[in-house]
């Protein structure tokens, strides 16, 4: 269930999830939902990942306020999390996360075959232009895949010239994973992945 509440906890409204997307899909299921405030443009933004039980499409879903009301109108799009660029996969994508700077939206995500097989990591990256224009029009994206598991965007403050991504090792270490992407998609050049090595922390374990 989706709720907008005042700072005070008082519910403004609350939507099933399902009913939340009914007007650009219908899934069985949507899960693992993420709410980040756009603080560069003054926009809610919803993520979360739809599926109907092993059967391709498998969705990422956005929804962007129109206003930094919102209990405004919104725009919602279901973009099919199975294709890697245009190249159809039957992989589903699951653990979610959503990263943005002044330019673009950064969604990475775990893709998994329907029999729970762990495939690669992924980061689709997107101008958030297209999301703004308040239209509900077609979206553009740039991914890549074949990446480890579970690299988080960052949500940026400031306007740095490329967005910052992070990895902890799943059974544990002394140093996270360090990795970049340049470019805005579609609007002025094509985004680069860089790894950028790694950074030693206190020792951790899973």
């Given at each position: 269930v989706?709720h907008?509440t005042?700072?005070a906890?008082?519910?403004l409204?609350?939507?099933p999830m399902?009913t939340?997307?009914?007007?650009v ?6 899960f693992?939902?993420?709410l980040?405030y756009d ?6 933004v919803?993520i979360?990942?739809?599926v109907n ?9 956005i929804?962007t306020?129109h ?14 999390a199975?294709?890697?660029?245009d ?25 998994y ?6 495939r690669y ?9 297209q ?7 077609s ?7 074949g ?8 949500l ?10 992070v990895r ?9 994973e360090?990795?970049?992407?340049t470019?805005t ?5 094509l985004?680069?992945l860089t790894?950028e090595g ?9």
């Amino acid at each position: 269930v989706i709720h907008i509440t005042t700072k005070a906890g008082s519910v403004l409204a609350s939507v099933p999830m399902p009913t939340w997307w009914s007007p650009v899909v219908t899934v069985e299921l949507a899960f693992d939902p993420r709410l980040p405030y756009d603080h560069h443009d003054q926009r809610w933004v919803v993520i979360a990942t739809g599926v109907n039980y092993c059967s391709a499409p498998f969705y990422y879903l956005i929804a962007t306020s129109h206003t930094s009301d919102p209990m405004g109108p919104w725009s919602l799009w279901a973009l099919e999390a199975n294709l890697d660029g245009d190249a159809f996969t039957d992989y589903w994508a699951d653990y979610p996360k959503i990263g943005l700077d002044d330019t673009n939206f950064y969604i990475t995500s775990n893709q998994y075959t329907c029999s729970d097989s762990f495939r690669y990591g992924k980061i689709r990256v997107m101008a958030k232009s297209q999301f703004y224009a308040n239209t509900g029009a077609s979206i553009s994206w740039w991914d890549f895949w074949g990446l480890p598991s579970s690299i988080q965007p960052c949500l940026t403050f400031g306007r740095p010239d490329k967005e910052w991504f992070v990895r902890a090792r799943g059974l544990g270490g002394s140093a996270v994973e360090v990795y970049s992407v340049t470019g805005t998609w579609p609007d002025v050049a094509l985004p680069v992945l860089t790894d950028e090595g790694s950074i030693p922390v206190a020792s951790y374990s899973a």
